[in-house]
């Protein structure tokens, strides 16, 4: 990964504020010409540091289920068990996002599925068969709220 001088970090504020932003926006923002700035976003890309662009919606969509934000522990926390376990974890989209953890568990998932039986079977057929993983601890959302 690149170092980052300030301008890269003034060009990711902006986009974590608004990635829809156009370059001659995002550019006079960031103090920049318009292709310097163009330049500066496509390196981002290419080297990792911006691996993508989201769309953030507001509560849950209709028909969307519901959350279950899952720690899980692994056997060990060698970087061969965490690659493996985030290898597997990218073949299940119902797993939203993932982040290892410092404390008692190494990561915490959150996992969108229809309801709590659908869960069940995911918990069965894919959390429990995921590599390294020694305990799952489950919990549901009741109620969600993002920042915009």
């Known amino acids: 990964m690149p170092a980052l001088d300030d301008a890269d970090r003034r060009i990711l504020t902006q986009l974590r504020l608004n990635a829809r932003i156009t370059n001659s926006a995002l550019a006079a923002a960031v103090g920049l010409s318009a292709s ?10 290419r080297s990792g540091v911006i691996r993508g662009y989201t769309a953030i919606v507001s509560g849950a969509l209709p028909n969307e289920g519901t959350a279950a934000i899952v720690q899980v522990e692994l056997e060990r926390q060698t970087e061969e068990y965490l690659a493996r376990f985030e290898n597997a974890l ?4 119902e797993v939203q996002e993932w982040y290892l953890m410092t404390g008692a568990g190494d990561y915490i998932l959150r996992v969108q599925i229809a ?27 009741m109620r969600s709220h993002r920042r915009a």
Request: net charge positive; hydrophobic share 35%.
């Open 90 to 93: 990218r073949k299940h989209p």
């Open 115 to 141: 309801d709590i039986d659908e869960y069940g079977l995911f918990h069965r057929e894919v959390l429990s068969r995921l590599p390294g993983v020694s305990r799952i601890t489950s919990s549901f959302a």
């Open 36 to 45: 310097a700035c163009l330049r500066r976003v496509k390196l981002l890309e």
